[in-house]
C-alpha cells in the first residue's frame, strides 16, 4: 500500500470529522497529504473547521496502529474506492457530504446505464411482494440496475426480483459488507456479491445500528435515476429515501394502495408531497432522468434471457383456474366453486402451479398469485 493510500484512509476515519468537514477540507487543500500536512491557522481558516476541528485533525496523525487494519481488508477480499479514484460511483459525487471512502464487494453501479431503487415495508403485504418482485425483474432484464437497501420485505424482494432476472442489482447496507443483515437474506447476500455489488461507507465488521440506516437510505437516493416506493408506513426508513431523492430533483414514485391500509399512508404522503402515482410500467421508461441512458444498455441486450412462456399452449383447466386468482387470497372451496373442475384436478392444478413459483399459500388452502 503506498503512502497516498495510507493518507486517505487516515482522512476516512478520524473521530468527530464527517464527510462535509472531510469534502471542505479536500476542496481547499485537494490532497489528504496535503491536509496531513497544514498548519493549526492553515486548519482553523478552512471554512467549518475552526479551532476544535483543526486540534481533532492535529491529534489523529499517529495513524501507525491502524495500518495492519487496512492492508487485511484487501487481503480477505474487501474493495475499497476513493471519491478522487475513477472507479468512484459518479452520481455520488454531486453530494456534500459524500463518502470520502467506499467499501464493496462486486462490480460498482454504472453511471451510464439507468437505475432505479425499489424501497418499502418490511413487513409487507403479498401485494407489495408481487409488485417489487415485477418490477425488478422486469426492468432488470432490460438491463437497467435495481437499487435497494437489502431490508426484510420490499427491498428483499426487489434484489430476488433483478437476481431472478439474472440483471444487475446493488445493496447497499447500513453495516459492513462482510454483515448480513438481517440473517434471513444470506442467500440473496451471497448471490449479490457473485453477480452484482453489496455497498457500503461503514468499515467491515462494523454491525447495523438504527442511526446508519438513514446514511444508506441517502446513498440508495443518490445512486438512483428514480425511486418507486411499494408500500410505506406513516412513519418509514423508505420515506426518508424518497425524500432526499425528491430533494436531489429525482422522480419519485409510488404503487398506490388501499386508503384503509396503513402500509398505505406513507404512499399518500407522499403523493401529497408531489410524488408520481405508478400507474402503468412504461411511466418508469418515459422518465426524463432514464430516457437518455437506455441506449447505453449494450446491444447484446443486458438481462435478456429466453422467451416469456406462452401460456396459450397450457391446458384449459391450468388457465382457468389461474385466471381466478390474484394477490388476494382465494381459498380452494372458493376455487372449486368458480371454476367447477373437480376437486381432486384443482389440487393438481395447484401443485403444478405452486412447483412453478406461479402462486403461493399464504394460510392453509389460501392461495394467491406470486406475479401481477
Same mark, same amino acid.
Given at each position: ?92 459525487? @454531486? ?116 442511526? @446508519? ?160
Amino acid at each position: 500500500m503506498d503512502d497516498k493510500t495510507f493518507f486517505k484512509h487516515w482522512l476516512s476515519e478520524i473521530e468527530g470529522i464527517g464527510w462535509v468537514k472531510v469534502n471542505a477540507l479536500l476542496e481547499r487543500f485537494k490532497t489528504p497529504e496535503n491536509i496531513y500536512n497544514a498548519s493549526k491557522a492553515e486548519l482553523e481558516e478552512t471554512y467549518g473547521i475552526g479551532k476544535y476541528y483543526a486540534d481533532l485533525l492535529l491529534k489523529s496523525k499517529d495513524f501507525d496502529d491502524r495500518i495492519p487494519k487496512w492492508e487485511s481488508w484487501k487481503e480477505k477480499g474487501t474493495e475499497y474506492v476513493f471519491a478522487d479514484e475513477k472507479e468512484y460511483p459518479r452520481s455520488l459525487t @454531486f453530494q456534500s457530504d459524500m463518502p470520502y471512502r467506499l467499501f464493496y464487494k462486486g462490480k460498482l453501479p454504472d453511471i451510464k446505464l439507468p437505475a432505479i431503487s425499489v424501497v418499502g415495508a418490511r413487513g409487507c403485504t403479498s401485494y407489495g411482494k408481487a409488485v417489487s418482485l415485477k418490477i425488478s425483474e422486469t426492468f432488470a432484464k432490460e438491463g437497467w440496475q435495481i437499487i435497494s437497501g437489502m431490508a426484510a420485505g420490499i427491498d428483499a424482494f426487489a434484489h430476488e426480483g433483478a437476481l431472478k432476472a439474472k440483471g444487475y442489482t446493488c445493496a447497499v447496507l447500513g453495516c459492513g459488507i462482510d454483515v448480513c443483515y438481517p440473517v434471513t437474506n444470506l442467500e440473496i447476500y451471497e448471490s449479490i456479491q457473485r453477480s452484482g455489488c453489496l455497498l457500503s461507507e461503514f468499515e467491515p465488521g462494523q454491525r447495523p445500528k438504527r442511526e @446508519f440506516f438513514p446514511f444508506r437510505n441517502r446513498l440508495i437516493a443518490a445512486l438512483s435515476d428514480a425511486v418507486i416506493v411499494v408500500e410505506a408506513r406513516k412513519r418509514s426508513g423508505s420515506l426518508i429515501t424518497a425524500d432526499i431523492a425528491l430533494e436531489q430533483g429525482k422522480e419519485v414514485y409510488v404503487v398506490p394502495g388501499r386508503i384503509t391500509d396503513p402500509l398505505s399512508m406513507g404512499c399518500i404522503g407522499l403523493l401529497n408531497e408531489g410524488a408520481n402515482a405508478l400507474t402503468d410500467l412504461n411511466d418508469l421508461r418515459k422518465c426524463h432522468s432514464v430516457k437518455g441512458k437506455i441506449s447505453n444498455i449494450n446491444a447484446d441486450g443486458i438481462g435478456k434471457h429466453g422467451a416469456r412462456e406462452d401460456e396459450n399452449l397450457l391446458d384449459t383447466n391450468y388457465l382457468l383456474l389461474y385466471s381466478c386468482l390474484d394477490l388476494s387470497p382465494k381459498s380452494l372451496e372458493y376455487l372449486i366453486n368458480k371454476t367447477s373442475i373437480p376437486g381432486d384436478e384443482t389440487f393438481l392444478l395447484i401443485t403444478r402451479l405452486k412447483l412453478e413459483g406461479k402462486i403461493e399459500e399464504v394460510a392453509h388452502n389460501m392461495f394467491v398469485r406470486t406475479d401481477i
